[in-house]
């Protein structure tokens, strides 16, 4: 099995940073992708960034050039440092890890942007 466990969110005023971080532990694949979904009430979830383990990134169009992904393959590790945070970011933030087909969900970390 896999567990994930998440780190670094808060409050924040707009315009302000935030780093999230998530590590993953167990049966893990060399291959895989990690990234981050997250989740507003009565709103779908929806992604946010993944990066592969040979680097390869994407973003949601909503956050690309604010949100900048990173890892650390040897410690599975992945991070989203969050910048210029807008009210629009708040969400619960979920960390995932997919591994032949199949993805493994953190539970999840709150991120709130002041206004």
């Known amino acids: 099995q896999v567990q994930l466990v998440e780190s670094g969110g808060g409050l924040v005023q707009a315009g302000g940073s935030l780093r999230l971080s998530c590590a993953a532990s167990?049966?893990?694949?060399?291959?895989?992708?990690m990234g981050w979904h997250r989740q507003t009430p009565g709103k779908q979830r929806e992604f946010v960034a993944n990066?592969?383990?040979?680097?390869?990134?994407g973003y949601a169009d909503s956050v690309k050039g604010r949100f900048t992904i990173s890892r650390d393959n040897a410690k599975n590790t992945v991070h989203l440092q969050m910048n210029s945070l807008q009210f629009e970011d708040t969400a619960v933030y979920y960390c995932?890890?997919?591994?032949?087909?199949?993805?493994?969900w953190g539970q999840g970390t709150q991120v709130t942007v002041s206004s």
């Open positions: 995932f890890i997919l591994i032949r087909g199949k993805f493994y």
């Open positions: 167990g049966t893990i694949d060399s291959i895989n992708v």
């Open positions: 990066i592969g383990t040979g680097g390869t990134t």
